[in-house]
Nanobody, 124 residues
Framework: VQLQASGGGLVQAGGSLRLACAASGRTSSIRAMAWFRQAPGKEREFVAAISWSGSSTYYANFVKGRFTSSRDNGRNTVYLQMNSLKPEDTAVYYC??????????????????WGQGTQVTVSS
């Protein structure tokens, strides 16, 4: 399985971005997807998770009401719509795939597949 993240960029505070993560290869082995982020000097942290069917999602408390994850089944692509962005959202955002758990977890080590990351920078 290969994951390709895209959609990052520079945006002003209060703005929006939509990240995409395209999966290819043996996508039938994926049961859930997630987004993590890592700011400079900080550990990678959980942002959102979505079941591979797209029917279940959950979010870290600091993005609830601002970020939404969805899936385009026909394209094997998951999205992270980020609204009301804040400077503290600045980080490299990674998508990840889980082979075993249907809903996804907040635990970084539970994910077997990782994309390369896309930079999101929010200016104040």
């Amino acid at each position: 399985v290969q994951l390709q993240a895209s959609g990052g960029g520079l945006v002003q505070a209060g703005g929006s971005l939509r990240l995409a993560c395209a999966a290819s290869g043996r996508t039938s082995s994926i049961r859930a997807m997630a987004w993590f982020r890592q700011a400079p000097g900080k550990e990678r942290e959980f942002v959102a998770a979505i079941s591979w069917s797209g029917s279940s999602t959950y979010y870290a408390n600091f993005v609830k009401g601002r970020f939404t994850s969805s899936r385009d089944n026909g394209r094997n692509t998951v999205y992270l719509q980020m609204n009301s962005l804040k400077p503290e959202d600045t980080a490299v955002y990674y998508c990840a795939g889980d082979r075993f758990r249907a809903i996804g977890t907040m635990v970084l080590t539970d994910y077997e597949y990782w994309g390369q990351g896309t930079q999101v920078t929010v200016s104040s």
